[in-house]
């Protein structure tokens, strides 16, 4: 895999040619994983573009530095400009997984007439509020600082390690596990503490010109929870919100045929594609036969609904300002009152404001298309092409790792149409006297990282229990606050008297 950038910052990346004179796609993988998240979708995708992946500063195969300002949002977006000049591209459209989704919508932010659009698949860096933000930030400073001081076995013991995943192919599992055991502990520290929280741009979403594509697997239930919310955010940009039913995290891996498709067809209606004869709303055919969820977005007002229609069942409505559902209604869209769903091309159609570039969309089609049969993932090209690439018949790559840990069973959670994050309740006290004894009930399937306890009269700990002294009587209170695998935190706090 080459290498760009300054010495102690490069980034690896591949350049994958697809036929003469395709587009570029620049893919982004996430916090403690690498390019080989797209490892199922690049075959497909070099059909149509031509395909760059990049390994983030201290993941896969890039450099890994100590110190922590070359991780921060700024010098991650310069060095992904850089590489696009290196590669002779003005502009491009980017996809971007979880954390990838985040720095891909800060580049739109900060470089416009660079981004033709963005791609995001279930990015809960992108989607958190400013509070999330502020809360999240010192637990990652802490989750920074037990990997430097313990490594990364303790995630490893986590869902974020690819090995315990059993819902991606074999070989996109065994890639990922590889490349995280040979990830450095200070790659892993360095874009917790610099990256994860700091590139989140909740403030500017509305800033936005360029087009966005938003994908949620209904099983990542903190994306599903603040999707509604970062959308409407995109007031003044045209925004679609699609979301695959049974599926995860990695939504592009669990469903590549649906995000083939979902990709083609939001290329297609922004312009940046050529619209193949017969090949107009192929996306929407293969996702309703499917029965994946198309949301219609329209971020107009504060007051607006995002719409889910899953299969036969009734639709379930969440309110963009609190993010939490409310009882099935008849459906509605908030700007024209119809009681039907709309197709994402209508959707392009009705969201596009003044400022940000207008585009036809595809004409509507009520035939379904046969599902795409995905191919064999191609080797890259080891040398740039800027120009127009020169495309090479895909070929096989067989997976490099050299030992592979063994896949442990996940418990699988329900698809709900109102998916809940977890939860904490502080179990106590117990004990007589001045001193009381404290527990924490979590629920929820996140693996839990921290539990910090602290108490009104300046006691803390951290620890799965916890125990108070009092030096004299007194109303007293606790309160813990659990961090759970990839920032979320949940508290809670209980109250006692002394006597």
């Given at each position: 895999?080459?290498?760009?950038?300054?010495?102690?910052?490069?980034?690896?990346?591949?350049?994958?040619?697809?036929?003469?004179?395709?587009?570029?796609?620049?893919?982004?993988?996430?916090?403690?994983?690498?390019?080989?998240?797209?490892?199922?979708?690049?075959?497909?995708?070099?059909?149509?573009?031509?395909?760059?992946?990049?390994?983030?500063?201290?993941?896969?195969?890039?450099?890994?530095?100590?110190?922590?300002?070359?991780?921060?949002?700024?010098?991650?977006?310069?060095?992904?400009?850089?590489?696009?000049?290196?590669?002779?591209?003005?502009?491009?459209?980017?996809?971007?997984?979880?954390?990838?989704?985040?720095?891909?919508?800060?580049?739109?932010?900060?470089?416009?007439?660079?981004?033709?659009?963005?791609?995001?698949?279930?990015?809960?860096?992108?989607?958190?509020?400013?509070?999330?933000?502020?809360?999240?930030?010192?637990?990652?400073?802490?989750?920074?600082?037990?990997?430097?001081?313990?490594?990364?076995?303790?995630?490893?013991?986590?869902?974020?390690?690819?090995?315990?995943?059993?819902?991606?192919?074999?070989?996109?599992?065994?890639?990922?596990?590889?490349?995280?055991?040979?990830?450095?502990?200070?790659?892993?520290?360095?874009?917790?503490?610099?990256?994860?929280?700091?590139?989140?741009?909740?403030?500017?979403?509305?800033?936005?010109?360029?087009?966005?594509?938003?994908?949620?697997?209904?099983?990542?239930?903190?994306?599903?929870?603040?999707?509604?919310?970062?959308?409407?955010?995109?007031?003044?940009?045209?925004?679609?919100?699609?979301?695959?039913?049974?599926?995860?995290?990695?939504?592009?891996?669990?469903?590549?045929?649906?995000?083939?498709?979902?990709?083609?067809?939001?290329?297609?209606?922004?312009?940046?594609?050529?619209?193949?004869?017969?090949?107009?709303?192929?996306?929407?055919?293969?996702?309703?036969?499917?029965?994946?969820?198309?949301?219609?977005?329209?971020?107009?007002?504060?007051?607006?609904?995002?719409?889910?229609?899953?299969?036969?069942?009734?639709?379930?409505?969440?309110?963009?300002?609190?993010?939490?559902?409310?009882?099935?209604?008849?459906?509605?869209?908030?700007?024209?009152?119809?009681?039907?769903?709309?197709?994402?091309?209508?959707?392009?159609?009705?969201?596009?404001?003044?400022?940000?570039?207008?585009?036809?969309?595809?004409?509507?089609?009520?035939?379904?298309?046969?599902?795409?049969?995905?191919?064999?993932?191609?080797?890259?090209?080891?040398?740039?092409?800027?120009?127009?690439?020169?495309?090479?018949?895909?070929t096989p790559v067989p997976p490099t790792p050299t030992e592979t840990a063994t896949p442990t069973d996940t418990p699988t959670p329900t698809a709900t149409s109102t998916p809940s994050g977890p939860s904490v309740r502080i179990v106590g006290p117990t004990g007589t006297g001045n001193t009381r004894g404290f527990g924490v009930d979590v629920g929820g399937d996140l693996d839990v990282l921290v539990v910090d306890w602290s108490a009104s009269n300046g006691q803390s700990a951290r620890g799965s229990t916890f125990t108070f002294t009092a030096s004299q009587s007194g109303n007293y209170s606790v309160s813990v606050v659990v961090t759970f695998v990839g920032g979320t935190t949940r508290t809670d706090s209980v109250s006692?008297?002394?006597?």
């Amino acid at each position: 895999m080459p290498l760009f950038g300054e010495p102690g910052t490069g980034i690896g990346y591949e350049v994958y040619p697809g036929p003469e004179g395709s587009p570029p796609i620049f893919l982004l993988h996430g916090f403690a994983a690498s390019s080989s998240i797209f490892g199922s979708n690049i075959g497909d995708l070099a059909q149509k573009f031509t395909v760059i992946t990049v390994d983030l500063l201290g993941h896969g195969e890039s450099d890994a530095p100590v110190d922590v300002e070359p991780y921060g949002p700024e010098p991650a977006v310069g060095r992904i400009v850089a590489l696009m000049d290196e590669l002779g591209y003005d502009h491009a459209l980017f996809c971007g997984h979880s954390l990838g989704g985040a720095l891909a919508l800060r580049l739109a932010l900060d470089y416009p007439d660079r981004v033709a659009g963005v791609v995001m698949i279930n990015s809960s860096s992108a989607a958190g509020t400013p509070r999330w933000r502020n809360e999240t930030q010192p637990r990652l400073e802490l989750i920074a600082a037990r990997i430097r001081a313990e490594g990364t076995w303790f995630i490893r013991e986590s869902r974020l390690y690819p090995a315990r995943s059993k819902r991606i192919p074999d070989e996109d599992r065994d890639r990922l596990s590889y490349d995280f055991d040979q990830t450095p502990a200070a790659g892993l520290a360095g874009t917790a503490e610099g990256l994860v929280a700091r590139v989140n741009s909740w403030e500017r979403l509305g800033e936005l010109t360029v087009p966005v594509l938003a994908i949620a697997g209904d099983r990542d239930r903190d994306f599903m929870q603040g999707a509604p919310r970062m959308v409407a955010q995109m007031r003044h940009n045209r925004v679609q919100l699609v979301t695959f039913e049974e599926a995860g995290h990695a939504a592009n891996l669990e469903e590549p045929d649906l995000f083939d498709e979902a990709v083609t067809g939001f290329a297609q209606e922004i312009g940046y594609l050529t619209v193949a004869a017969g090949e107009s709303s192929r996306r929407t055919a293969l996702m309703l036969v499917a029965g994946s969820i198309i949301v219609a977005v329209v971020a107009l007002a504060a007051a607006a609904v995002i719409i889910l229609n899953r299969g036969d069942d009734p639709p379930a409505v969440i309110d963009i300002n609190s993010g939490s559902p409310s009882p099935a209604v008849t459906v509605t869209t908030p700007s024209a009152g119809a009681t039907s769903s709309v197709s994402p091309a209508a959707t392009a159609a009705s969201a596009t404001t003044a400022g940000t570039p207008g585009t036809a969309s595809p004409a509507a089609t009520n035939t379904a298309a046969a599902t795409a049969t995905p191919t064999s993932t191609p080797r890259p090209t080891s040398t740039p092409n800027a120009g127009n690439p020169t495309p090479i018949p895909p070929t096989p790559v067989p997976p490099t790792p050299t030992e592979t840990a063994t896949p442990t069973d996940t418990p699988t959670p329900t698809a709900t149409s109102t998916p809940s994050g977890p939860s904490v309740r502080i179990v106590g006290p117990t004990g007589t006297g001045n001193t009381r004894g404290f527990g924490v009930d979590v629920g929820g399937d996140l693996d839990v990282l921290v539990v910090d306890w602290s108490a009104s009269n300046g006691q803390s700990a951290r620890g799965s229990t916890f125990t108070f002294t009092a030096s004299q009587s007194g109303n007293y209170s606790v309160s813990v606050v659990v961090t759970f695998v990839g920032g979320t935190t949940r508290t809670d706090s209980v109250s006692f008297t002394i006597e």
